[in-house]
């Protein structure tokens, strides 16, 4: 077995279940949105690999603690003004 150092992003929705509860359908494809467009391009454009998502939130692996915090800080911002709709 091959080992290897990796860093792992966590990432969750603030809001999500309050939002959710107003119109479960609306946000939940604003999500998908906001992963495709936004969150995507950022994990791919920092070497990421996006190895699970779960309903608000997904899990990322990095090869380095520098390509995680690049793509949590391009990603945080980006996605706020997606859910806020």
């Known amino acids: 077995m091959q080992r290897r150092l990796a ?3 966590i ?3 603030a809001g ?8 479960e359908e609306e946000t939940r494809a604003q999500f998908q949105v906001g992963l495709k467009d936004i969150l995507g391009p950022a994990i791919a454009a920092n070497n990421g690999r996006l190895v699970k998502t779960t ?4 899990l ?7 390509d995680a915090l690049r793509c949590a800080s391009e990603g945080q911002g ?5 859910l806020r709709g």
């Open 16 to 23: 999500y279940g309050s939002l959710s509860d107003a119109n």
């Open 55 to 58: 309903g608000d939130g997904l």
């Open 78 to 82: 980006g996605t706020e003004p997606v």
């Open 60 to 66: 990322v692996e990095f090869r380095s603690v520098v």
């Open 11 to 13: 990432a969750d929705v």
């Open 7 to 9: 860093a792992i992003l």
